[in-house]
């Protein structure tokens, strides 16, 4: 018999946002779906700014145009949103078929860097990469039946644990006022942040039915109009909406996002700059492992399926290709969305369909992708902090199904201090080797998890059953 949260309802209900296939209005779908894209809006675009902010034009030295940043901005709506639908209604078998959404990842900062501030690939030979790398990822998703035995549910969990854990900073970061600041832990940012934080809380358990799984969206709202009025009222500057304006002069009020093989960008192919990404590929197939097990275990109550893993790791490959081929950089199973899902158990795919597409029409309409984007980073973070540790939550039962023995005790304690603590080392660990490798783990703890834990589930000996 099938579980009640994946058969096919034909009738249509409110309900049904509990049920994977059930039929939801379209008059609920809409403000759900906007839930989740509220709660990755900023976190999709930042990653963007940072690298193509910094990326060069190979062989000039110069950096990208103001109008070439906000096309690309346009592009990361675009493509993160086609790669959740292909995630919900997938293509042959690219695809999981699970409440999941895709968004640009932060995973790849440190090596792109490395490719796109470098003269001789700049930023044509770090698209090269992305192309390349996400077409290796997709072919190792493909290829998961082969391998998946070697990815222990102990290895699963500390992923899971790892990312809830890399990502508590992160919402604590967005709740002080965002990352990098002058004004960072100012009053009026913990002030905010902890208004929408009570708000969503409140909402919660004041709201009946379904509505209280809307308690994000209410958070948003309620923090984001405190906001306006402590900037109109001239107490803060919370809203910057001159970004909507700028938007509109330079890139205009429609616009649609163009391959990059149709600018004067043209990808180039470098084999170095593809090992130096590659590596950062497996450990985003890693991480959305982990973000698929977790949606399974902790939104589905059920094991992960083979079928479902290489869709979802062959969807986080060429997905990632395809933003490479608007300009992009690699996208991933976006674990604020997963906190989500987890949290509230709305894993309709309509609904979140609804987010993906309310994506896709942001990136056709730059200035509304501009209006999502002027969300202080204290409300974001007011509404987070709770998703992530959920992450971690589910993790921890995830953990909770392995026998603790000293096998399990000494995979998870040697996984967890030597990749977390290589994040948190005063200097540079990893010093004596190339760049790259102390890009990929000092600032990473998942690939540092990952890594160990993988390695010792795979050398420990396993406890021998004794015949009664």
């Known amino acids: 018999m099938k579980d009640n949260k994946e058969e096919k309802v034909a009738s249509i209900s409110t309900e049904n946002i509990y049920v994977l296939n059930g039929r939801v209005p379209l008059k609920k779908a809409i403000p759900f779906g906007l839930q989740h894209v509220l709660a990755m809006f900023v976190s999709n675009l930042a990653p963007v700014l940072i690298v193509c902010g910094a990326a060069i034009v190979r062989g000039t030295g110069e950096h990208l145009t103001s109008a070439e940043i906000t096309q690309l901005l346009q592009c990361a709506m675009f493509v993160a949103g086609i790669g959740t639908c292909m995630q919900l209604y997938p293509i042959w078998k690219i695809g999981s078929k699970l409440p999941i959404v895709m ?210 790791l062959a969807v986080d490959g060429f997905s990632s290709a395809v933003s490479g081929c608007f300009g992009c950089i690699p996208l991933t199973s976006f674990s604020q969305n997963v906190g989500l899902v987890t949290m509230t158990k709305v894993i309709n795919r309509f609904t979140i369909l609804m987010g993906a597409l309310i994506l896709i029409l942001a990136s056709l309409f730059p200035p509304l992708g501009a209006f999502f984007n002027s969300l202080p980073q204290a409300v974001l973070g007011g509404c987070t902090v709770m998703m992530f540790g959920s992450i971690m939550y589910e993790g921890i039962k995830m953990l909770k199904e392995n026998e603790f023995d000293d096998r399990t005790m000494i995979i998870v304690s040697l996984a967890f201090c030597i990749g977390v603590g290589l994040t948190q080392t005063s200097g540079n660990f990893f010093a004596a080797f190339p760049a790259v490798v102390g890009d990929i783990f000092n600032g990473n703890a998942v690939a540092g998890v990952f890594v160990i834990s993988f390695l010792l589930s795979l050398v420990l000996p396993k406890k021998k059953k004794t015949k009664k």
């Open 103 to 312: 968004g640009v990842s932060f995973t790849f900062l440190g090596s792109l860097l490395v490719i796109c501030t470098n003269p001789q690939l700049g930023y044509e030979g770090m698209i090269g990469a992305v192309i390349l790398g996400g077409i290796f990822e997709g072919l190792v998703g493909l290829s998961a039946k082969y391998w998946k035995r070697f990815l222990t549910p102990v290895v699963s969990a500390c992923v899971v644990i790892a990312i809830g854990l890399s990502l508590l900073s992160v919402g604590m970061d967005s709740w002080g006022g965002g990352n990098g600041v002058s004004d960072f832990g100012a009053w009026y940012h913990l002030l905010v942040g902890a208004f929408t934080l009570i708000v969503c809380l409140v909402s919660r358990y004041l709201l009946k039915g379904v509505y209280k799984n809307l308690n994000i969206l209410v958070g948003l709202i309620f923090g984001y109009l405190l906001s306006i009025i402590f900037t109109v009222a001239n107490i803060a500057p919370m809203v910057d909406f001159s970004g909507i304006s700028k938007t509109i002069s330079e890139v205009g009020i429609f616009s649609i996002p163009k391959l990059v093989f149709f600018t004067s960008h043209t990808p180039v192919f470098d084999l170095g700059a593809f090992f130096t990404i590659a590596i950062v590929f497996l450990v985003s197939a890693a991480e959305t492992t982990g973000a698929t097990t977790a949606v399974c275990t902790g939104a589905l109550g059920r094991d992960i399926k083979m079928e479902e893993l290489q869709g979802s």
